[in-house]
């Protein structure tokens, strides 16, 4: 096995720059770049390895690290998921202020890859400037409050466990299920410890996003169903984005005379201008749209989790007996009653009736 030599923050940077996405038939990085705050924690480490590779993974100097993590989340979502950025800070508050956009992006489930610097992990010197000191345990540091907002969280003591660490990084950034924020804690003095990697763990790799097709039998439930409807009405969120079907999903709407409600995160997934579109739905949806939520028998959501804005904490479905046909795992209930969830990705059942 062929090996080189590297630290730790080469080894880090090299991997990130080796990666790409298929975007319109094509191949582009998927790191578009680094949005990068320097201090205490990662100059010396990440810092030097990012100079090295600026022409492979440019560095973005950022002046507030909330805002230049909240730019990543905001660029994840422009480009549907295909491409995403990764952001540095140095350690104490300057890792704690990307704590909000982390919680934004987990929420909207969105990928952003923090690489907040780290105490030391041999301890000399500790304590070092700004630095949050945990008395009682000497392993946290600031970068636990990540722990919450992250979909995968790691903290790297030794060099080489970016080998285990970071197919973990890519294999959540990159699934529609799991997709939200990843954070690395680097601890200052891991970054600039070499290892021999393997070569093969730099080979470049182009990541292509899964569209796992229905289960035939509940597409037939979910067909039959809209041919029985009188009312029924589509909810389109921001799954529709991700998976390019806006374009489909007019065609679909125009070809059944259905009207479409859209979610926040799913504006856009039909033209404003579309005779089928009646705007937003929920807390802050449109009359049109939320007269229609009330008298729908079939409810097809599309891409989209049914959250408490979205279906006005439960209470914005009201016909007697309605049917949810969702691609998620959750649909509409009535009060006081929580729909069925399970494996699958797509669900039927009849409301204040047997579950089909």
């Given at each position: 096995m062929t090996t080189i030599r590297l630290t730790m923050a080469q080894a880090l940077v090299r991997f990130l720059a080796a990666q790409t996405s298929e975007v319109d038939g094509g191949e582009q990085p998927l790191f578009a770049g680094v949005f990068a705050i320097f201090g205490h924690g990662n100059v010396a480490g990440l810092g030097e390895a990012l100079y090295e590779a600026a022409d492979r993974l440019p560095t973005l100097r950022a002046h507030n690290e909330q805002a230049m993590a909240l730019a990543a989340v905001g660029f994840a979502k422009a480009s549907r998921r295909r491409r995403m950025m990764a952001c540095t800070s140095s350690i104490g508050p300057?890792?704690?202020?990307?704590?909000?956009?982390?919680?934004?992006?987990?929420?909207?489930?969105?990928p952003v890859l923090l690489l907040p610097g780290d105490i030391f992990a041999g301890r000399r010197p500790d304590p070092v400037l700004q630095q949050i000191e945990a008395f009682d345990d000497p392993t946290i540091s600031v970068n636990d409050c990540f722990r919450p907002v992250s979909r995968w969280w790691d903290r790297i003591?030794?060099?080489?466990?970016?080998?285990?660490?970071?197919?973990?990084?890519?294999?959540?950034?990159?699934?529609?299920?799991?997709?939200?924020?990843?954070?690395?804690?680097?601890?200052?003095?891991?970054?600039?410890?070499?290892?021999?990697?393997?070569?093969?763990?730099f080979r470049p790799r182009c990541w292509r996003w899964r569209r796992p097709p229905p289960d035939p039998a509940e597409l037939a439930d979910a067909a039959a169903a809209l041919a029985r409807a009188r009312a029924p009405l589509i909810i389109a969120g921001g799954g529709v984005h991700y998976a390019?079907?806006?374009?489909?999903?007019?065609?679909?709407?125009?070809?059944?005379?259905?009207?479409?409600?859209?979610?926040?995160?799913?504006?856009?997934a039909i033209a404003w201008d579309h005779y089928c579109a009646v705007g937003s739905i929920g807390v802050t949806?449109?009359?049109?749209?939320?007269?229609?939520?009330?008298?729908?028998?079939?409810?097809?959501?599309?891409?989209?989790?049914?959250?408490?804005?979205?279906?006005?904490?439960?209470?914005?479905?009201?016909?007697?007996?309605?049917?949810?046909?969702?691609?998620?795992?959750?649909?509409?209930?009535?009060?006081?009653?929580?729909?069925?969830?399970?494996?699958s990705r797509r669900v039927l059942w009849r409301e204040r009736g047997t579950r089909r």
């Open positions: 300057g890792a704690t202020n990307m704590v909000t956009a982390a919680a934004v992006a987990y929420a909207n489930r969105l003591t030794r060099p080489e466990q970016i080998l285990e660490s970071l197919p973990q990084v890519m294999r959540v950034l990159t699934d529609p299920a799991e997709c939200g924020p990843v954070t690395l804690a680097l601890p200052q003095d891991v970054q600039a410890e070499a290892y021999d990697y393997p070569e093969e763990f390019l079907a806006a374009e489909c999903l007019g065609e679909f709407a125009e070809r059944h005379d259905i009207p479409v409600a859209e979610t926040q995160a799913g504006k856009g949806g449109s009359s049109a749209a939320n007269a229609l939520a009330a008298e729908a028998d079939v409810i097809l959501a599309v891409g989209t989790r049914l959250s408490d804005f979205t279906t006005a904490s439960r209470s914005l479905f009201r016909h007697p007996v309605r049917r949810a046909v969702s691609t998620r795992s959750t649909a509409p209930s009535a009060p006081g009653r929580r729909p069925p969830t399970g494996p």
